[in-house]
């Protein structure tokens, strides 16, 4: 046998490679471990003092009731990154979330934590994945609504691996390798990561419920985003069409700059005294009072069948508008001395507030037909952005959605559809909204509603 012999300085030093896992693991692949496993070193309690442990190398918190929202948050800042974690949460907790890119300030509520949020949720509406704007501010930017297949991702009574990836203004969420959310937002570039301990609803059961983190860990450099998916995409910057809408088949509908592809409802050319285009806003032009100062539709060019159309809209106070589609042809180059309302399928986009507006003919129903499902969870306030959504399949369901919501569904042609052409204002209309393609129109006679990031995918 040959015996080597090393000196005592080399042996001591290859042990301690080994033993300390440097030349098994070097830098671990660029992951840095955010949670050691026994002690809350480089995090920090934020708002609501509940109750936070490590217990058998997991972050375990425990609601105290009648606090408000309480969070774990790391001292310190993230960009880009992608995050990787498990959690569990009891099914009488409220909810929970992990936040990220989040920020507490003095400036805003008295350093009230705010920012982005991906939802943990262990309640039937199956929530988990989505993406909240933390803090009193925009709510929910992406729900499951959207993407129904990820609702059942997430699994009660088991740990749950949770992915959020952030560059530049793409941020993607994942559950269990599943794809839940795509935000595209420029809101917040950077900021901490933090865990949440939720407040309590008056309903539930009286403190005591915990949620549970482990192996959390982050990498920030040498980073690069995950292959595309077919998902849905909310995207807030506007008229913007991020690289996965224009791979979903989406294209703009309306460029933000000119009025190119769009005409007056009656006639060849653009109706340039009625609408404007200003700030990347497409509005009506209204009188000092208010009032429109023209009072015309305008169409696109195009015809279109079966598709899916979304729409950014803001109210004024007193606004009243829609978007219909299915338009035929209102006589092209052909000038009247009378704009009459079109009779078409329409998005209702209206105050509320204003008095005689109910039923269907409040924000979101489908016009003079059927009224929309929302509540005061799915609205924004006047003078703050909302996403309409659109979407009419080739077997003729057509379905509507407003801040992630949906809100109203029917089928063109069914009984149902029927009953309600018959007793409405269109019964004497013969086949009322049931053209297999048409214009899609945006309404100039009430007052102003403003209109950006029209998007549109023609479905096959």
């Keep these: 046998m ?13 042990f301690t490679l080994f033993h300390f896992g440097c030349i098994a693991q070097p830098e671990n692949n660029g992951w840095q471990v955010l949670f050691n496993g026994k002690d809350m070193t480089g995090w920090r309690e934020l708002n609501g003092k509940h109750k936070w442990e490590v217990k058998d190398g997991v972050i375990v918190g425990t609601d105290v009731h009648g606090q408000p929202n309480g969070f774990l948050c790391t001292e310190k800042e993230y960009g880009d990154f992608i995050l ?3 959690v569990s949460i009891d099914t ?6 992990v936040q990220f890119r989040s920020r507490s300030t003095a400036d805003y509520l008295n350093y009230r934590v705010h920012g982005y949020q991906m939802e943990i949720d262990p309640k039937p509406q199956k929530w988990s994945g989505s993406i909240y704007d933390e803090g009193g501010r925009r709510n929910w930017l992406y729900t499951t609504e959207l993407n129904i297949p990820g609702k059942a991702a997430y ?19 994942w559950v269990n390798g599943i794809p839940i959310s795509h935000l595209e937002d420029a809101e917040i570039p950077s900021g901490f990561i933090g865990l949440q301990l939720h407040a309590n609803n008056p309903t539930d059961p009286p403190g005591g419920n915990q949620v549970r983190f482990r192996n959390i860990r982050i990498k920030t450099s040498n980073i690069k985003p995950s292959p595309p998916d077919e998902i849905f995409v909310v995207n807030t910057i506007p008229n913007n069409l991020s690289a996965q809408e224009k791979k979903n088949g989406y294209s703009l509908l309306w460029d933000g700059k000119t009025t190119k592809g769009w005409r007056d409802a009656y006639t060849s050319r653009f109706p340039d005294n009625s609408w404007q285009i200003k700030d990347s806003e497409l509005s009506v032009v209204v009188s000092p009072e208010g009032e429109p100062v023209d009072g015309r539709d305008i169409m696109t060019k195009k015809e279109f069948g079966p598709f899916e159309l979304k729409f950014d809209f803001k109210l004024t106070k007193g606004a009243n508008s829609g978007v219909k589609y299915f338009v035929g042809d209102l006589g092209q180059n052909k000038e009247t001395s009378k704009v009459t309302a079109v009779a078409a399928l329409e998005y209702q986009i209206v105050d509320d507030s204003m008095p005689g507006v109910t039923g269907n003919r409040t924000l979101g129903a489908l016009a003079d037909l059927l009224a929309s499902q929302k509540t005061r969870l799915h609205t924004k306030r006047t003078g703050e952005w909302n996403q309409g959504v659109i979407k009419v399949f080739p077997d003729n369901a057509v379905e509507y959605y407003l801040n992630g919501y949906k809100i109203l569904e029917y089928k063109r042609g069914s009984s149902e559809y029927l009953d309600l052409v018959a007793k409405s204002k269109y019964k004497d209309i013969p086949a009322f909204g049931m053209a297999p393609k048409g214009h899609i129109l945006l309404e100039g006679r009430g007052k102003s509603v403003y209109f950006r990031s029209i998007k549109i995918r023609e479905l096959k």
């Design 155 to 173: 699994k009660n009574h088991q740990w749950n691996n949770y992915r959020i990836e952030c560059f530049g203004t793409t941020i993607r969420t």
């Design 92 to 97: 009488l907790m409220n909810n929970s979330g």
């Design 84 to 86: 990787e974690l498990e």
């Design 2 to 14: 040959i015996k080597f012999k090393f000196p005592a300085k080399f042996a001591l030093l290859i």
